[in-house]
């Protein structure tokens, strides 16, 4: 089989050279309530422990959530962490980061020298990343650029012209929070909305998602329609419902449970968040039977 330059790139590519060397790590004496705070400030999903400066274990958001559930603020790290460590070598191909992402279904990796030592973190955005700015895809943004709106062009004719976008949400996947929302703007950005627009649909779309990671218990579905004088969002679930829309609607009122809150997640500000930035704001919802968004702003 003879490689395309792409598949040699990340073939030769090495993993120090996309990793992440500020690495922010905890000890096994720090506890779940410092744990918590880390993690929030520098919005990060997990962190190495060190051990006078020794790698011993990592522990994760879903670490902390289980801590929380517990009532164990004031527990070491230590006795939460994870001690089965999966590392990669620094000097090693990208390649076989994705492998060990594939085999383990793991959110990062923890880079090691050949002593063992930790010399950075890695995450798939972190080799999406590299690889982008590794084949010099700049000329292509550029090119996007110079054509906005492309599917809204007036030699396309048709009684209804939209681009439809879907995202299926998890529920409680607060590693992935806001990703679907950033693809949302991305993929407006490159149709030449302003920046205004662009604003208050990132605002919608977020709150949207966190909705559905934070209140449902299976998940539920942010879809997206781009017309060419209109965005429409519908954002439904089979949750439990809403019992009282009213004040659901209440800014600083949540259904949320206190380790979320603790979290920093389910202020009770999304609803509000979203009919403030929208032009058109309605909700359906019946307990036991799931609710479903409509947001609609005009171009």
Not at 187 to 212: D, H, K, T, W
């Amino acid at each position: 089989m003879e490689f395309t330059k792409k598949q040699e790139l990340i073939y030769n590519l090495p993993i120090e050279h996309v990793m992440r060397k500020n690495i922010i790590s905890v000890t096994p004496e720090t506890t779940i309530r410092q744990l918590k705070e880390i993690l929030k400030t520098n919005r990060i999903s997990g962190a190495p422990v060190l051990d006078d400066g020794r790698l011993v274990g990592i522990v994760s958001i879903e670490d902390l959530i289980k801590a929380l559930e517990a009532g164990e603020l004031d527990v070491p790290v230590g006795l939460r962490m994870t001690k089965q460590l999966i590392t990669v070598l620094e000097n090693a191909s990208i390649v076989e980061a994705i492998r060990k992402f594939s085999q383990f279904h793991i959110g990062r990796l923890l880079v090691v020298n050949e002593h063992g030592d930790l010399t950075g973190i890695l995450t798939g955005s972190d080799i999406t990343r590299g690889l982008l700015e590794a084949i010099s895809l700049k000329e292509d943004n550029k090119e996007l650029k110079r054509r906005p709106r492309i599917i809204f062009r007036e030699d396309i004719i048709s009684d209804q012209t939209s681009l439809i976008l879907r995202y299926h949400i998890k529920e409680r996947d607060f590693k992935s929070g806001g990703s679907a929302s950033s693809k949302i703007k991305r993929a407006m950005e490159q149709l030449g909305i302003s920046p205004q627009i662009l604003r208050r649909v990132a605002i919608c779309a977020y709150e949207a998602e966190m909705n559905l990671i934070i209140h449902t218990d299976g998940g539920g579905d942010l879809i997206v329609e781009i017309e060419p004088d209109l965005i429409r969002m519908t954002v439904a679930d089979s949750g439990p419902g809403i019992a009282d829309v009213e004040q659901a609607m209440s800014p600083g009122f949540s259904t949320a449970p206190t380790w979320i809150q603790e979290l920093g997640f389910g202020a009770g500000m999304g609803l509000a968040n979203i009919k403030r930035c929208a032009d058109s704001f309605t909700i359906e919802s019946d307990p036991g039977s799931g609710t479903v968004l409509n947001i609609v702003i005009h171009l």
